[in-house]
């Protein structure tokens, strides 16, 4: 049996980039969105023009084409829109589970997913959850349920 | 620029499940049976394009010339095209493309896959590079992961049940048990797929397509050349479409429906001059259970919210009013990646040239295939008839 040969690449674990801006106004790329997770926080895009928020990795504005974004910071509260409970992982996560990864809607409106920590049935999450960013342990973007 | 019209005249395809062949070796007996079965020389072959999503994972790139010179034409010019689970449906685009632009006279398609010799938690891996990676493979979701997630939000929404859910499987495991290149030959009931172990909640095996190598092949002509050459023409391609979306779910306003697909189909029938009504039978991307309900959703063959119904009343069996993977689908007949978009047109000519044996649907004249990549990334569609 053939193994997967060399390291994925999970870009929250420490790794070095070197795209420090010295101003927050460009395209949103992966480092930056890479470096706020392990910090803790979240980032994504704001267009200057219409103003839509998403965290994406993009040049141009989803909503309004225009290329005059800057990076903003996104609230990191949100509610879970959708989720599945992984049983079968991929091999970066096998000892992890099972465990829940979904999609959440950040207070404000910006879409996001990522797993939820020390969920293993669905019996422990429903839709409409209120959840908050973790800093992650491991890899990835981890959220945790919220008591409100 | 007005378009040649572009014909479908030959198509091979290897068993599916699990081999000990290369994707190279596959793609070559599948491109073998298509030209002996119209009794074509390689040599009538002006161009190629090869759809393969793995085959890094056997230490291979660069296939096209490799499967060219296999087939004695190593001048002839050949790529791979890569769209995730719909490499397939895109590579048959662009010959269709290639042809219909004067380009080409006769190109050959083929879809290859090898993945068996990967465990289930590599190929899992493997797999998750096709989606959104920061956001979903790296997060820890899987495919069943994201697809089980959209089938919660289409519960949510429509109160689709995992019975439902189930009857879907039913079905496509019953039409592949007719289809002796089927990966999987078991009749299964409603029951032994609510038992099957849970891959990603809420989905279970019995929910899932299984990983499956195998190959496809398909030969496409101008029509004037068929003409010239004193060929038949066999089947006409209708119309084509094909459309892309956000790579990522967060990314979508609704993740109960899949937007490529819906574009793809805009284009595919109006290229055609037709609408669903027309079609008698299509082979649709149903990777998972749920991936079916929202393709029939789509694709506008019931209202949104409905395709569970028409499932559970049989309308989409053989004998049904608007059957649906005759084949057995990726779910039974198996999903070889690159393979699974050429594995319908297969099926689709298989159809129309009334050699679809036990599975046949009677008087069939109108067939379409629907090829999605990864959760909706891309999409194509593309419509058939007998000439």
């Known amino acids: ?148 | 620029m007005s378009l040649r019209k572009v014909a479908l005249i030959s198509a091979g395809s290897t068993s599916y499940g699990k081999s000990l062949l290369t994707g190279r070796d596959l793609a070559l007996l599948a491109a073998k049976e298509a030209l002996e079965r119209i009794e074509m020389m390689p040599y009538e072959i002006q161009g190629a394009f090869i759809a393969n999503a793995f085959g890094l994972s056997e230490r291979q790139g660069h296939l096209g010339p490799l499967i060219m010179s296999g087939l004695g034409i190593p001048d002839i010019p050949a790529s791979t095209i890569e769209a995730a689970c719909s490499s397939g449906g895109s590579a048959f685009r662009e010959a269709y493309i290639n042809i219909a632009a004067g380009v080409y006279d006769v190109m050959l398609v083929v879809g290859t896959e090898k993945i068996s010799h990967l465990s289930t938690e590599v190929a899992t891996t493997y797999f998750t590079f096709g989606s959104d990676y920061l956001f979903e493979g790296a997060c820890g979701a899987s495919f069943p992961g994201l697809y089980a997630t959209m089938a919660i939000a289409h519960m949510q929404k429509y109160e689709t049940t995992q019975e439902q859910l189930a009857q879907v499987a039913v079905k496509n495991h019953e039409n592949g048990m007719k289809n002796e290149k089927a990966h999987l030959h078991k009749r299964i009931s409603v029951e032994d797929v609510l038992q099957s172990s849970i891959v990603a909640y809420p989905l279970k095996m019995y929910d899932s397509c299984p990983f499956s190598d195998g190959a496809a092949a398909v030969i496409l002509a101008s029509e004037d050349y068929l003409k010239k050459n004193g060929r038949d023409e066999s089947i006409s391609i209708l119309g084509s479409g094909r459309a892309g979306g956000y790579g990522s779910l967060h990314s979508r306003d609704d993740m109960t429906s899949i937007r490529s697909s819906i574009l793809a189909s805009r284009e595919a029938f109006n290229r055609a001059n037709l609408s669903i009504k027309d079609v008698d039978f299509a082979e649709v991307h149903d990777c998972f259970t749920i991936a079916e309900i929202i393709a029939m959703e789509d694709l506008g063959f019931v209202e949104r919210g409905k395709a569970a119904q028409a499932v559970e009343q049989g309308r989409t069996r053989l004998d049904g009013d608007i059957p649906i993977n005759p084949s057995g689908g990726l779910k039974s007949k198996g999903h070889p990646i690159g393979a699974t978009g050429i594995g319908q047109v297969v099926e689709v000519f298989e159809q129309l040239t009334e050699n679809a044996g036990e599975r046949q649907i009677k008087g069939a004249k109108i067939g379409m295939t629907h090829n999605v990549g990864a959760t909706g990334g891309s999409s194509a569609v593309h419509i058939f008839t007998r000439s």
């Open chain 1, 1 to 148: 049996m053939w193994e997967l040969q060399g390291e994925v690449v999970l870009y929250t674990s420490s790794q070095d980039h070197n795209s420090e801006k010295s101003t927050n106004e460009g395209p949103l790329l992966t480092p930056e969105i890479s470096k706020s997770v392990r910090e803790g926080r979240l980032v994504g895009y704001q267009c200057l023009d219409c103003g839509a928020k998403a965290i994406e990795v993009q040049a141009y504005c989803a909503k309004c084409g225009s290329s005059k974004l800057r990076i903003a910071k996104l609230e990191s509260r949100g509610k879970v829109l959708a989720f599945t409970i992984q049983a079968v992982s991929p091999k970066e996560f096998k000892n992890d589970a099972p465990y829940a990864w979904s999609v959440i809607e950040l207070d404000g409106g910006v879409r996001i997913s990522g797993r939820i920590a020390s969920i293993k049935s669905p019996d422990n999450l429903r839709i409409g959850q209120r959840v908050q960013l973790m800093r992650s342990e491991k890899s990835g973007i981890v959220f945790e349920k919220i008591l409100e």
